[in-house]
């Protein structure tokens, strides 16, 4: 009745030979990711990345001798985000979980409002919460995997989370005030829910089809996120929080060594998602004067042919655009190092004829692949519109739940 969705891991292929011995797997796991987060070089005969680097000497020679004053917590606050806590068990290196946190006496938070505001005066984060418990997850439901067909999940220090989640409104009020975060972007906002956005992007497409108005959409899946650094002393705070983070792979009994993570924002942290946006604030404005829907890292571009007697020209404006839009895409990804997964950025055509149309829509010289029906924010979207197959799948999984349900009412035991 119960299973795992995915294949316990407890076999490794390296390419060359299959590993089956916990500490071997986690050795190859170790060389793997910590190859992942090794640093990268400037290439400093690129006139974009020249600039970078100088405003970033310049901006971290200034840093010392900045002392402008960060709003200090209180009991209020972290008892706030205490109870929003999720009573979880499982816990990073010191072994503290939610569930235990969730259960402190007053007092303790008394005390912890004392070392946060200490630190926020400081601009300064502990090193010690700057430790990452890496597990990992089997992405296959069958075969021998590879290591990059595992899920690395990331596990902090719960202390380090309540204190990342006071960060976290001082640097998203400063975002939203500044109007960094852009009207597309639904995504880990106060009131902007994922169902908003869907919503938005039905009713586009709907009013298209409505007047025989195709519409091409297309799917931005990104690989890996990277940091930017900005502002005084809320930056002071930032730049601590992320140098010098840290890592070590667990498998089992088995614990790797220690390594450095040199790119790449903190997983499981409630301020990786805040910054990842607002690093990536101005990506709407290289899609020109189509439509943009965000959620997080999640990019869709829908394109809308003008109006004409005949399908044909409709189609031709969609492959024009979507080329130059895809080209744009793919520059800013180079400009700014966010690698685009070109094998999951798909094209997806939404019309209302009978026949199905084929379209030729390239990415730096390469034909994207156009698909039928794709998976974008939990929903899946066919080119008719047609919400069958969402609905099926939510009654499977409704029915799934109630077999269990049955089941155990049934007086069943494991």
Request: charged share 25%; with cysteine; aromatic share 12%.
């Given at each position: 009745?119960?299973?795992?969705?995915?294949?316990?891991?407890?076999?490794?292929?390296?390419?060359?030979?299959?590993?089956?011995?916990?500490?071997?797997?986690?050795?190859?796991?170790?060389?793997?990711?910590?190859?992942?987060?090794?640093?990268?070089?400037?290439?400093?005969?690129?006139?974009?990345?020249?600039?970078?680097?100088?405003?970033?000497?310049?901006?971290?020679?200034?840093?010392?001798?900045?002392?402008?004053?960060?709003?200090?917590?209180?009991?209020?606050?972290?008892?706030?985000?205490?109870?929003?806590?999720?009573?979880?068990?499982?816990?990073?290196?010191?072994?503290?979980?939610?569930?235990?946190?969730?259960?402190?006496?007053?007092?303790?938070?008394?005390?912890?409002?004392?070392?946060?505001?200490?630190?926020?005066?400081?601009?300064?984060?502990?090193?010690?919460?700057?430790?990452?418990?890496?597990?990992?997850?089997?992405?296959?439901?069958?075969?021998?995997?590879?290591?990059?067909?595992?899920?690395?999940?990331?596990?902090?220090?719960?202390?380090?989370?309540?204190?990342e989640k006071n960060m976290l409104e001082r640097l998203r009020y400063w975002a939203e005030t500044n109007r960094l975060?852009?009207?597309?972007?639904?995504?880990?906002?106060?009131?902007?829910?994922?169902?908003?956005?869907?919503?938005?992007?039905?009713?586009?497409?709907?009013?298209?089809?409505?007047?025989?108005?195709?519409?091409?959409?297309?799917?931005?899946?990104?690989?890996?996120?990277?940091?930017?650094?900005?502002?005084?002393?809320?930056?002071?705070?930032?730049?601590?929080?992320?140098n010098d983070r840290r890592v070590y792979v667990i498998f089992g009994e088995n614990k790797s060594k220690i390594f450095?993570?040199?790119?790449?924002?903190?997983?499981?942290?409630?301020?990786?998602?805040?910054?990842?946006?607002?690093?990536?604030?101005?990506?709407?404005?290289?899609?020109?004067?189509?439509?943009?829907?965000?959620?997080?890292?999640?990019?869709?571009?829908?394109?809308?042919?003008?109006?004409?007697?005949?399908?044909?020209?409709?189609?031709?404006?969609?492959?024009?655009?979507?080329?130059?839009?895809?080209?744009?895409?793919?520059?800013?990804?180079?400009?700014?190092?966010?690698?685009?997964?070109?094998?999951?950025?798909?094209?997806?055509?939404?019309?209302?004829?009978?026949?199905?149309?084929?379209?030729?829509?390239?990415?730096?010289?390469?034909?994207?692949?156009?698909?039928?029906?794709?998976?974008?924010?939990?929903?899946?979207?066919?080119?008719k519109m047609s919400l069958k197959p969402t609905i099926d799948k939510t009654l499977e999984n409704m029915q799934r739940?109630?077999?269990?349900?049955?089941?155990?009412?049934?007086?069943?035991?494991?």
């Amino acid at each position: 009745m119960y299973k795992h969705k995915s294949l316990l891991l407890s076999k490794l292929d390296t390419g060359k030979t299959v590993l089956t011995k916990e500490n071997e797997i986690n050795d190859e796991r170790y060389r793997y990711y910590s190859e992942q987060f090794q640093a990268q070089d400037a290439d400093m005969s690129d006139p974009h990345e020249n600039q970078i680097e100088t405003e970033y000497l310049k901006l971290m020679n200034k840093l010392p001798i900045l002392n402008e004053k960060i709003e200090k917590t209180n009991f209020t606050e972290i008892k706030k985000h205490i109870l929003k806590l999720e009573p979880k068990q499982s816990s990073g290196f010191d072994a503290v979980s939610n569930f235990i946190i969730k259960r402190i006496p007053p007092g303790y938070i008394g005390y912890l409002v004392n070392y946060f505001n200490t630190w926020l005066t400081e601009h300064r984060y502990p090193d010690m919460w700057k430790l990452a418990k890496v597990v990992t997850l089997n992405k296959l439901k069958a075969g021998i995997l590879h290591c990059d067909q595992t899920r690395p999940i990331s596990l902090l220090a719960t202390h380090s989370k309540l204190f990342e989640k006071n960060m976290l409104e001082r640097l998203r009020y400063w975002a939203e005030t500044n109007r960094l975060v852009p009207a597309e972007q639904s995504g880990f906002r106060p009131r902007c829910l994922l169902q908003t956005r869907v919503l938005s992007i039905y009713q586009e497409v709907k009013n298209n089809m409505t007047v025989n108005i195709p519409t091409l959409a297309i799917c931005v899946d990104y690989e890996k996120a990277y940091n930017r650094v900005w502002h005084k002393g809320l930056l002071k705070l930032i730049i601590s929080w992320l140098n010098d983070r840290r890592v070590y792979v667990i498998f089992g009994e088995n614990k790797s060594k220690i390594f450095y993570t040199h790119i790449g924002l903190p997983q499981g942290s409630s301020l990786s998602l805040c910054l990842f946006i607002v690093y990536h604030s101005n990506l709407v404005t290289c899609l020109s004067a189509f439509s943009s829907h965000i959620f997080t890292d999640d990019l869709n571009v829908l394109i809308s042919s003008p109006i004409c007697r005949g399908f044909k020209p409709m189609i031709k404006f969609l492959e024009e655009g979507g080329t130059k839009i895809c080209n744009k895409i793919a520059y800013y990804s180079k400009k700014w190092k966010q690698p685009v997964n070109f094998s999951k950025t798909v094209v997806h055509v939404f019309h209302s004829q009978v026949q199905n149309r084929v379209v030729d829509i390239y990415m730096e010289g390469k034909k994207r692949e156009v698909v039928k029906e794709c998976k974008y924010l939990g929903f899946t979207w066919t080119n008719k519109m047609s919400l069958k197959p969402t609905i099926d799948k939510t009654l499977e999984n409704m029915q799934r739940t109630f077999s269990k349900l049955r089941w155990m009412k049934g007086g069943k035991t494991l």
